[in-house]
């Protein structure tokens, strides 16, 4: 089941917020269970099998964290126990992501069949299965109180809200929450809003970005020419895709977590206004940044140890970053790039060399290399991405302007338009300057029941709503 559906907007929902806040208001322990019954049938709904997995991962990490803190004095055991639990979670991240890519891998390089049989990709287990070795890790290192109650570790694991798209809640952020937050009217409104804006980042402009991507991906996969600024086009219309799906995904699951009393932090912060790629990921997908910051670069060493060392732990992090999103080597290649840039912008000092005269070509040369990237990650194998970047620097004997790129342009000016503006903070800063303001809230009021109207009229007139997320 997806948020931008109308299965879940007009009936999961509703059904759950009435529940909830009725029938089982004054009750925290069957609010709770609740929630959890409500987010397990929620993922059962498109994975009737695979929920089982999340289910025996949720029992498992849970008798984890209360034999970590049980052993807690024994530094040894306890050390010894959360490395068990760490690597349970990880092996079942790789045989259900990196098994059947591990063994085509090993026979195309060295001849070896391993007789994998096919297993499918549950949907959402990178999410969840970072969310268990984050509840450990904190429980191990004292930065949440252990959950005795098997459902508030479920609970955790499971919230519908953030568990197929993330982000990455950590437990530290939410352990007092789960059994002591408050709801009130006010997040309630606040968090509806939000939600209403990440759907209408989805479904009115990731989707119609979508579109226009796929059409150009579609045509260079097959061999066919086009353009050079076709070419650019579908690659600047998949760079608004990505952002706007994943941060309205982000902006539903925030919203909605904070509907039922839950403040998760936040996931994007305007990323393509960057100046280098290093504030690029501080802004890009933050839970995931800081999660690797957190529990692999900082345990490693960091940047307080030689700069060799140093360089060893970010291209580690780089590589688990790109393994982390798929398995196929587009991703690992698109993570060793970044590795590339971040170790030149530490070796240059651009990050830090600020100025009015060199911020543009500092944005230019930052969005440049996302584009790039973007290319490849989107692209199913390496050849494809390869002739896709030959593609749009004129490389495979193709023409500069062509008439395909002229009409998907000109029917799509307006749409470009809308995405490089909402990529920048310009609304946010005119919605903090007019906030106390009797008309402004009012006209805010309007708009937000319009894009809310508009956006389930998309759902009902479209069968296109992609799910980028079935890699993740």
């Known amino acids: 089941m997806l948020f931008s559906s109308i299965t879940f907007i007009y009936l999961f929902l509703p059904t759950v917020i009435l529940v909830y806040f009725t029938v089982l208001r004054n009750n925290r322990l069957l609010q709770n269970t609740f929630l959890l019954a409500a987010s397990l049938l929620f993922y059962a709904w498109g994975e009737p099998l695979f929920v089982f997995v999340l289910i025996t991962s949720i029992i498992i990490i849970w008798l984890f964290g209360l034999e970590i803190d049980k052993h807690r004095t024994e ?108 709801e009130t009217a006010s997040d309630f409104f606040d968090g509806f809003t939000r939600f209403v804006l990440g759907l209408a980042k989805k479904v009115l402009l990731a989707n119609n970005f979508g579109i226009i991507a796929d059409q150009a991906f579609s045509i260079v996969k097959a061999g066919e020419p086009i353009s050079v600024m076709f070419g650019w086009l579908g690659a600047i219309a998949y760079t608004f895709q990505i952002f706007f799906d994943f941060s309205g995904y982000s902006d539903m699951a925030i919203g909605m977590g904070r509907m039922f009393g839950f403040h998760y932090l936040e996931n994007f912060d305007y990323p393509y206004m960057s100046t280098s790629i290093t504030e690029f990921w501080r802004r890009w997908h933050i839970s995931l940044g800081n999660w690797f910051r957190d529990y692999l670069y900082i345990p490693l060493g960091g940047s307080h140890c030689s700069k060799r060392r140093n360089f060893l732990n970010i291209l580690i992090v780089w590589t688990m970053t790109g393994i982390w999103h798929g398995a196929n080597l587009t991703f690992l290649v698109w993570g060793i790039m970044y590795f590339f840039l971040l170790v030149f912008e530490k070796a240059t000092g651009i990050p830090c060399r600020e100025g009015r005269n060199t911020i543009i070509l500092r944005r230019f040369y930052t969005m440049f290399f996302v584009v790039v990237g973007w290319i490849v990650f989107r692209s199913e194998s390496l050849s494809d991405a390869f002739n896709y970047l030959r593609t749009i620097f004129g490389l495979n004997s193709n023409v500069f302007v062509d008439g395909l790129f002229k009409g998907w342009f000109c029917q799509n000016m307006i749409l470009m338009l809308i995405g490089g503006l909402l990529s920048t903070p310009i609304f946010k800063y005119i919605s903090d300057k007019t906030r106390e303001i009797s008309l402004a809230r009012i006209i805010s009021a309007i708009c937000i ?17 992609p799910f980028i997320y079935f890699n993740f």
């Open 75 to 182: 530094k040894g055991l306890s050390s010894l126990l959360l490395g068990l639990a760490v690597s349970f979670e990880l092996g079942v991240l790789f045989v259900f992501k990196y098994l059947n890519f591990t063994s085509s891998l090993l026979y195309s390089v060295v001849g070896v069949s391993l007789h994998v049989p096919q297993v499918k990709l549950p949907v959402g287990i990178s999410f969840f299965t970072f969310q268990a070795i984050s509840y450990v890790i904190d429980v191990y290192r004292q930065k949440g109180k252990v959950q005795r109650n098997l459902l508030n570790v479920g609970l955790y694991l499971s919230f519908f809200p953030q568990l197929i798209a993330g982000p990455i809640v950590r437990y530290e952020t939410i352990a007092n929450e789960i059994q002591n937050r408050k």
């Open 449 to 465: 029941c319009c894009l809310f109207v508009l956006s389930v009229a998309s759902l009902v007139s479209s069968s296109y709503n």
